[in-house]
């Protein structure tokens, strides 16, 4: 289905492409008056824009994105710790994470909690986003660390494919908010 997709893709750019060519060497002809010269780098403007659209569409939106998450991401990404707090052993699982509810699903017990945050920098196709994820103690309201994530999804040609995204930092080599923020005891 895909190929079928980029099939009719391809074959509307070379229709268009032609149907171009037509109307310009049927309209711009030296007998309009209309000089060689102008002729010429009309026709090589045509050729470069024609060129060059599907290649900005498919690579060009994104890369420029790209590099706006990487220079937002450089500024402020990134996982900040302000407070470390050991825990008794028993507060972890068996890989070693601490369960942290969300401040809505939070119960009167518990002493931390966490909070998201999103703000969308530009909505729909392409979108451009800031996540920030934040721990809080519940007792004196203190915020214990945090992490701030960009990211984009979209701005390819539009298919029945899913969205090409890109995200900084990369999650999968920095260790997670909750495993920087919480030690475990050492015993006694």
């Given amino acids: 289905m895909i190929a079928l997709y980029v099939l009719v893709l391809a074959l509307l750019w070379l229709g268009v492409g032609a149907l171009a060519r037509k109307l310009w060497s049927t309209n711009f002809v030296p007998e309009r008056g209309i000089s060689r010269r ?29 590099a706006e998450v990487r220079e937002l991401c450089a500024k402020d990404g990134g996982v900040k710790v302000y407070e470390t707090v050991k825990l008794p052993a028993e507060k972890f699982d068996k890989w070693g994470n601490v369960r942290i509810p969300s401040k809505r699903d939070a119960a009167l017990t518990d002493e931390y ?52 995204s ?16 919480f030690m475990k005891e050492a015993f006694k």
């Fill in 38 to 66: 102008v002729r010429i780098f009309g026709g090589w403007g045509l050729l470069m824009g024609w060129l060059f659209v599907p290649w900005y569409l498919l690579y060009g939106r994104t890369a420029l994105l790209d």
């Fill in 113 to 164: 909690y966490y909070e998201i945050d999103t703000t969308y920098f530009r909505t729909g196709n392409p979108e451009v986003w800031r996540s920030r994820y934040w721990v809080t103690r519940r007792g004196d309201g203190k915020v214990l660390g945090e992490s701030i994530r960009y990211a984009r999804r979209g701005g390819d040609i539009p298919g029945p494919w899913h969205p090409s």
């Fill in 166 to 181: 890109f995200g900084c930092p990369d999650v999968t080599t920095q260790p997670g908010i909750e495993k920087s923020i």
